[in-house]
């Protein structure tokens, strides 16, 4: 899947280069294109923002570079679902990451600042994404984090899909169950002596209980609002 992204600041998605995702871009899993919105700037300064119509403090994204930036983009790609990365948008969690995950045609992400855009670029775009409700200064991490989380859903990109299912709000929603390693003991603290029974249908029961009773203590909004996977 093809990931693109506008943004004023294109060598923050370097980030990207590391670990799961990194390798997925060297195995050609994913591709992804960060475009620097101010190519698309007007005049001599490639001014991409201006004051507040009826005042206010802060910038404003003005709306021509955006769309044009959007328009060369798309033209070579008609297929890319469009993304607005904005607090105001619809807040980003694991089932809308498998949803974005199932668009063949590839997602566009515009990295908008936070005291905002020309509200006129809503209408250009398919969809508003917000990560959650505190303030970064810009979509960009925002838009990170949404690639990251659907990138990781793609057809090999986890070696092992099993892993997936095992996540948590990979499964009904739900945290997930303790994990433990080496050493048996550390610390004066021993791993659950089920885990080393060897008795793997009690092991399931208990991490399944586990599960449960995590999650009703630190997240009791995802129990009370589970779907039966
Ligand atoms: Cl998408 N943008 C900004 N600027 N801040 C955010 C956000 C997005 N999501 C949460 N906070």
Same mark, same amino acid.
């Given at each position: 899947? !093809? ?18 995702? %990194?390798? &997925? ?10 475009? =620097? ?6 005049? =001599? ?10 005042? %206010? ?9 955006? &769309? ?21 948008? !619809? ?56 690639? !990251? ?10 070696? =092992? ?63 009370? =609002?589970?779907?039966?996977?």
């Amino acid at each position: 899947m !093809e990931f693109h992204v506008i943004t004023l600041f294109p060598e923050m998605f370097a980030a990207l280069d590391s670990g799961l995702i %990194g390798r &997925a871009r060297q195995q050609g899993l994913i591709a992804i294109h960060a475009h =620097n919105l101010r190519d698309h700037g007007l005049g =001599n300064y490639r001014q991409v923002d201006d004051t507040p119509y009826g005042g %206010g403090s802060g910038m404003v994204m003005r709306p021509e570079p955006i &769309a044009a930036a959007i328009d060369a983009v798309t033209a070579e790609r008609p297929g890319l679902l469009k993304i607005l990365m904005t607090p105001q948008g !619809e807040r980003f969690d694991q089932p809308l990451a498998r949803e974005l995950a199932g668009h063949a045609g590839g997602l566009l992400f515009i990295a908008g600042r936070y005291e905002g855009v020309d509200d006129r670029i809503h209408e250009l775009v398919d969809r508003e994404l917000s990560i959650g409700d505190y303030v970064l200064s810009g979509g960009e991490l925002a838009a990170m984090v949404v690639i !990251e989380a659907v990138a990781r859903l793609l057809p090999g990109v986890v070696g =092992n899909p099993e892993s997936l299912a095992e996540e948590s709000f990979g499964d009904g929603n739900l945290l997930e169950y303790p994990h433990y390693t080496r050493p048996e003991e550390f610390r004066g603290m021993r791993v659950p002596e089920i885990l080393l029974s060897g008795d793997h249908g009690k092991i399931r029961a208990w991490r399944a209980a586990e599960a449960l009773r995590r999650t009703a203590r630190r997240r009791p909004e995802l129990v009370a =609002n589970r779907r039966k996977p």
